[in-house]
């Protein structure tokens, strides 16, 4: 028992301590290609190992790591891009990083690092992007950046950073951005920053320094700040004018652009920098995600002009208590000033016409993004009457015009590039009146669903794309590109249209097939994009694809994976480039037309066949004996007729002249069956034909060269020969009227030949002493003397 609880004891240990093992595994990152890693918001604990040595870029973003260690990356030796970020790491062992002698850029930021070590960067040669914002570390250890020679990004600093020393910054040379977040720093050392050397962007995260510590606020920015520099400052709040002072050092080191991003800057503190930048050489003024707003009821003075500058930026730019004060207005003399003005994603409703008629210098204008309509539109460019006359590009996408007005630019005599995309225009007018400088008109992304004449002729580019366009057909004799994809077109537009088109965008239409008749109708194409619509992959349309388009004048822009099929069945969502079809396939018609062919000529082989043989013959035989079958034999005290007589119309004659008066109106008198007399009228004449033989105890066949030629001759002697030679009696009489050759006997009349040579026949005498004969023969034949017919006894009963 001892020994049995201890064995119990010693497994449920073990089962804890697999569990604990198993509970503490980290989940692999199943999210690899052959050249990357995605491992992003796993909830990872450590670093996964690496499928392959070709692992070029690791995305370990947005888990749990606390610790990296010494060996994690020993299974990435071709690793180019680390991104660790929004982790917890406190720790990195010193050595964790020696294996990435090819790391070119790594990110660290925001996670709880209290310490920077150099020993970190020392095999880090290739390293072009470092990112340490948002630690815990309270200052840079001196050297840290000795090793990274190659350097061209840096982002250091946080809300713990307090203090840079003079040796922090050194070791980079040649470093194209900086980005500084020094928000809480208290000491900074005079030329820390300047160990860089010069920097081309800078951006500056000072916050509250500007209004506590303006002397630390210069010593940084005659640190970085050099002839073209552009200066970036995010991050904070101007209320004041006195806050914008430092900013006069930038000016006078001679930065040639600021930016203001993601700041709250009060209307006061604004004029007072514009009035600061009015002797500098800044060229460009930018502000994003910028809220301007009234910090006083006064209003500031009109700031000074600023003549260097040549580009105002402006985006998600926010007004508060706009009704206070007129919005945008301390900024209506730098329109007046600037080439480029950009306004976008700002809530513009107007541009009143007397201050777009100022803006004489203005030729590049972007007002996108706003809510413009037509009304604010037409304000903006003075109904057509004036606006800044100089103007050679605007845009006003994605705002709510819902007229195309060319009017409104009819006297921009610069006017080129009009971008109306986005927009809710739904019909256009059927002439327009536009400058004839324009040479780019961009109407997609509307709704669209047909195009006029309105389009001006001067156009080489235009733009319809993704709209409800089902055709286009309006001739631009100047147009060199043409975007219509993403509309419902279901053939290329006629190509004669445009004789100079060098490019046509059509994909995402309703195109099943072109063809090369198709582009060679554009004299001039280049370049064809046709992607993404549903394609009919017959055998024309997959061999111009796969074959001819190959050595076509044409270039076809874009994958050739994303020409998929949509029909046939057999090949839908399959690409064009993989379809093989078979000949039966690509020839379907021609294998048809011969299959029917060789049918027909069976058919006709076989009926000649059967004429030849007489198999028509014995199957109507076979039919009318098996109908005969079925029937009751007549016995021969009932029979109707001594004889039915089967002769050619062309014989009628000799029948009613001689034959009837010699056999019916003699003694004794003979009753014979007709066909012009005693056939049914209405009746078959098959049935009647049939009928008759059957009632009639002989058959008489007047034979003669009409009689051979007859058809109904001919049916009646098959039936006879079929069914009454069958019997084997002497139910059939021949009476030749004239010499007849066996060979024009029909070969299918076997036992009747056979009948004509081994009996006697009767015939029709030349000579008129022989005549009495012939008829006393015929009678004797057709009713022998010892046999008197009922019916005899009183005609006027039907047996």
Known sequence: LQLLGGRVVAFLIFVLLASDSFSSSEPPCLRCGETSCYCSRLSLRKVPAAPSELVAELDLSYNRLVKVRENDFLTFPSLRSLFMNNNRIKTIHNKAFLPLIRLEKLDLSENELDMLSPEWFKNLFSLQFLNLLGNKYTTLDQGLLQPLKSLKSLYVGGAFLHSVRRRDFSGPVGLEELVFDGKNLQLYANGSLSEIGYISCVTLGLNYMFERNQTLVQDILTDVVHPNTSLILTDTVFSTEHQMLPLKTAFDLGVTSVTFKNVNMSLLASTAFLNLMSDSKVTKLAFEDVQFFLRSRSYPVTPKSVKSLDVLFLKNVNIAIFYHFKALSFLEHLLQIVRKATIVNSKLLVIPCETSAKLTNLEFLDVSGNILMDLSLQKMMCDGNGGPQNLKTINVSENFLQVINGKLFRKFKQLRHIDLSRNKLEKMPESCDWPASLQFLNLSSNILTKVTKCLPGSLRILDLSRNHLTVFSVELLNLTELYISGNKIGHFPDGSLFPHLLFLSIHNNDLQTFSRNDLDAYKKLESLEARGSSYVCSCDFVTFMNKDLMSHRVAVKGEFESY????????????????????????????????????????????????????????????????????????KGLLKYDAFVSYSEMDSVWVEMHLVPALEQSEPQLRLCLHNRDFVPGGLIQDNIMDAIEKSRKTLFILSRHFVRSEWCKYELDYSHFRLFDQNDDAVVLILLEPIDKDKIPKRFCRLRNFMNSRTYLEWPYDHDQIPVFWQNLRAVIRPPDIVPEYHKDDDVDP
């Open 564 to 635: 998929i099929c949509d029909s046939p069945d057999a090949v839908r969502h399959k690409r064009v480039t993989d379809i093989k079809l078979s000949e039966f396939e690509c020839h379907k018609a021609l294998f048809v037309s011969l299959l029917c062919s060789w049918i027909l000529a069976l058919f006709l082989l076989s009926a000649g066949l059967c004429y030849k043989f007489s198999v028509v013959w014995y199957l109507r035989m076979t039919c009318a004996w098996l109908k005969a079958k079925r029937k009751p034999k007549l016995k």
